[in-house]
T-cell receptor, first 112, second 109 residues
Framework: NAGVTQTPKFRILKIGQSMTLQCTQDMNHNYMYWYRQDPGMGLKLIYYSVGAGITDKGEVPNGYNVSRSTTEDFPLRLELAAPSQTSVYFC???????????FGSGTQLSVL | KNEVEQSPQNLTAQEGEFITINCSYSVGISALHWLQQHPGGGIVSLFMLSSGKKKHGRLIATINIQEKHSSLHITASHPRDSAVYICAVIRGSQGNLIFGKGTKLSVKP
């Protein structure tokens, strides 16, 4: 199993550009999450999904969109990048009560 | 008031000391996770708890569902344990993930 694969690892965007952060897991997990981590700060939940076709907003959803057309994939879309979206983004997945959370390796995004 | 509170925020210990990090939450949960993040690194899940106690090596995690409280203990601490430890809960009825602000642990040799 590859676990949670997150791409890209690094990206620099100009203000107003758009991009999609990819997240794929091969563990058949129902729950998937996107969160961001600002320098020296805690983790904030952006969006989450409890299964294919179902998504919900987290704490900081503004400026982002997600979709969950399959169990495996949970892409995060930034439509009009703003400097406030400069952050490190992590994707995570989880399934049963006996399992740990699995994390992607993170995407460092800078908006200039 | 945050739904997940961790204490202390910062902790400095000498190598070999016994360490306790606390997590209290105010919502109904289906699970609680303890996570570890080394400086500049990714995030690793240490434990998932829904009841009782779990042990892995020098790490012990406990949860008291009635009191809505969990603790992470590190026995015989080592400098390589220096990291940020994060408590995260999965909300029972909704499935969303709520994080504590983390505890920054520094273990001095």
């Amino acid at each position: 199993n590859a676990g949670v694969t997150q791409t890209p690892k690094f990206r620099i965007l100009k203000i107003g550009q758009s991009m999609t952060l990819q997240c794929t897991q091969d563990m058949n997990h129902n729950y998937m999450y996107w969160y961001r981590q600002d320098p020296g700060m805690g983790l904030k939940l952006i969006y989450y999904s409890v299964g294919a076709g179902i998504t919900d907003k987290g704490e900081v959803p503004n400026g982002y969109n997600v979709s969950r057309s399959t169990t495996e994939d949970f892409p995060l879309r930034l439509e009009l990048a703003a400097p406030s979206q400069t952050s490190v983004y992590f994707c995570a997945s989880w399934n049963a009560l006996n399992e740990k959370l699995f994390f992607g390796s993170g995407t460092q995004l800078s908006v200039l | 008031k945050n739904e997940v509170e961790q204490s202390p925020q910062n902790l400095t210990a000498q190598e070999g000391e016994f360490i306790t990090i606390n997590c209290s939450y105010s919502v109904g949960i289906s699970a609680l996770h303890w996570l570890q993040q080394h400086p500049g690194g990714g995030i690793v899940s240490l434990f998932m708890l829904s009841s009782g106690k779990k042990k892995h090596g020098r790490l012990i995690a406990t949860i008291n569902i009635q009191e809505k409280h969990s603790s992470l203990h590190i026995t015989a601490s080592h400098p390589r344990d220096s990291a940020v430890y994060i408590c995260a809960v999965i909300r029972g009825s909704q499935g969303n993930l709520i994080f504590g602000k983390g505890t920054k642990l520094s273990v001095k040799p």
